[in-house]
């Protein structure tokens, strides 16, 4: 199964993000699963990308070009997919996508995991969606879906196929 996974190019001020990464990666490799993710090598994204390869695992980089010219991406990926810009990358790493995880991040990370949910939402795209709630991160989105189902601008039945999970193992638990 291809991981798509969504995080930030930066470590964050957390010390548990870049553990509970590392320990995502090594588990996608370890079980026979590949990571697709924005190709970088700085911070959370390098350290996912890092700990999956060193566990022996596929890793699929997907960089727009002008990443590429900054010089952002991990060349010991298994493949890197340079785009031309940031919406080809993210229409790139939907179609590898069977899975869909959106780690903390940024803006970044909030827009690619909303155009999946969006997607999923309309019946455009089948697959597990998982918003890697760490230590409540993501308590915030949560409380907006609810907040948009309350003022009947969401439809409970589509939100419902979007599962918070809050570490490794409910992540396995929906995967499996």
Not at 29 to 53: F, I, P, R, W
Not at 129 to 158: C, Q, R, T
């Amino acid at each position: 199964m291809n991981i798509t996974v969504y995080l930030g190019a930066s470590d964050g001020n957390d010390i548990a993000f870049k553990k509970a990464i590392r320990e995502l990666g090594k588990w996608i490799a370890e079980n026979g699963h590949t990571v697709v993710y924005g190709g970088s090598k700085a911070g959370l994204m390098g350290d996912l990308a890092e700990s999956a390869l060193l566990a022996g695992g596929k890793v699929i980089g997907v960089e727009p070009q002008f990443f590429i010219d900054a010089g952002y991406e991990y060349n010991d990926v298994t493949e890197l997919i340079v785009t031309e810009d940031m919406s080809q990358r993210k229409a790139k790493m939907i179609s590898l996508g069977d899975a869909f995880i959106a780690f903390p991040g940024g803006s970044g990370t909030l827009e690619e995991i909303s155009e999946v949910i969006s997607k999923v939402c309309l019946h455009q795209l089948n697959a597990p969606v998982l918003i890697y709630n760490l230590d409540g991160y993501y308590d915030s989105l949560k409380a907006l879906f609810a907040h948009m189902v309350d003022k009947g601008l969401l439809n409970v039945d589509e939100i419902s196929k979007i599962h918070f999970v809050s570490n490794l193992k409910e992540i396995v638990n929906f995967l499996k």
